[in-house]
């Protein structure tokens, strides 16, 4: 076979690699296929590896056949290219000089590769409109499959047994389950479907132009797609974020609003609408917990409650406690809110506390033990609770501040209830140490923090602190979570906390430098965005593309989301096509 015949069939192969890569990204299992030296070789991974050493093939054979000239290709290479190069110049950089936990960090910047890697391939590989819009196609058929999971994931219970291998626990908020479907979290499951969603709303546009291959033009298609669609949105309702209800909220009135600019597409922009009126109407009637849940702004009457002492010396905090020293406290428990609050995990309110420095109103210890609820206790109802109070290591005057805690969900206090404080002085000798004793996430006892409980502001402002103590490159590659505890004065932080937002993890891990590089993609992304919308051939899958994209920086406002296969590997991959067709038509076809 002639050199250039095979450099063809090794990239019609890479790109077959790539529609397979689409298919298969939501569904990744927790417990890794293979490992590779420090890396663990996921479910996903196995086949954007495989895609990515096609492409690697193609390539060298393309440069034993003659193509010698790399200095030609970088002065063709789009804008978006040399934001990514920067990009991958600044993680590597960090990971190099990252201050504690280098290994780690230099693990994360080797699996971002990856994804690097899979948009350049994309790029390269999808110049063709219709090999863009098969890896489209599978795209959406991927998310549709992960979609349905979800919806029948805690109703049906042969799929929530299905489910196992990709989620260790079921998450619930208000006693209703919130899908995660095959993928670790329900956040991520949104957001990965609200990034599809608009690329299953493009394909289902009618053709903007004579030779459009984005997808089909009859009514049945059109059906289709518009089932897909409801399916897609069932399963953002179904993991219950509001975040994630809030960006698809944003990407359909922001595709309407495009689309309602020119005669021809008015059809598609009522649809785009008449999508967001249903979104808007299937979460008020869905369930009872779901609407409560999304009316954010009533937060304070969710949680309102009193904690008050008993009479008697069971209910007299000392006023003085020795360094590490323990106290018996009893209260009455009064709920005053809209919700009950039950009493076993994972979803349990319990009685903690916090302890704050009187003189500055600083957080000495965030994250106190917890004090069971001896039952469910419904609104209206109260509750006699036992609690136990550690104090801090180090003496000083404190106030005490007594809170309930919904675990998974939020602290009362950051809903607007006051809680209880009195004022405490620690002095003297320390309280002898008693056994060391491991805390599970749901035990409710010790000082392991869940990430769930720690407010988002808490979060903002310990990012914000990390970014200060290291400006330029900040600690690493996903080294906030591993030393977020140092900024939030907490001992044993859990593992799984990020900054839940894209800008501040970005500063806290990567510095400034990094948030200029992030900065500079997007603007780069957005502008081929702009290119291959210009173009009546490429205008639906760049519309799609480019607001799929334009999800993970709404979304991102709330969260973080490059540490996961599925939805980095989706960022790069529409990155990656949105490039390929805003390239010039000659260059689109070399």
Known sequence: ???????????????????????????????????????????????????????????LAAWLGGDRDPRAWWRRAPEAHRAVLVWTLVLVASAVGAPALRGTAMKFALRSLGGILLYAAAADLLRDPSAAGRVAKALVAGALAAALLMVAEGRIGHATALLRPFHAQTFEVFGLVRASGPFQYPNIAAMYLEAVLPVAFALGLPPLAAESPAGGTGRGWTLGISCVIVALLGGILATASRAGIGSAVVCLFAMGLFLARTRATRGAALAAFAALGLLGLCSQVSSSALTLRLRFWKDADWYRSSISPVAGPAGTMPARLPPGGEASVTFELQNRGALTWPHLPPASVALSYHWLDAATGDVAVFDGKRSVLPYDVPPGGGATVGATVRAPDRPGRYLLWWDLVHEHATWFSERGNPGLREPVEVRGLAAAAGPARTVAASDGGGQFVPSDVIPRRALWRAAVAAWREHPLLGLG?????????????????????HAN??????????????????????????????????QPATRRLALGFGVGLGAYLVHGTLDYFFEFTPTYALWWLLGGMVVALGRPPAEAAA
Do not use: C, K
């Open 1 to 59: 076979m002639s050199a250039p015949g095979l450099v063809r069939r090794l990239r019609a192969l890479g790109r077959a690699s790539l529609v397979l890569v689409g298919a298969t990204l939501p569904f990744e299992m927790t417990a890794p296929l293979a490992r590779l030296g420090p890396l663990q070789i996921s479910s996903v991974e196995v086949f954007l590896y495989l895609a990515l050493a096609v492409w690697g093939l193609s390539l």
């Open 501 to 534: 937002n894209l800008v501040l993890e970005t500063l806290a891990s990567l510095g400034t430098a990094g948030l200029l590089a992030l900065a500079w993609l997007v603007v780069a992304l957005a502008r081929a965005t702009r290119r291959a919308a210009a």
């Open 477 to 497: 590659p996903d080294n906030f979570r591993h030393l977020s505890g140092r900024y939030l004065a907490a001992t044993d932080i859990d593992d799984r906390l």
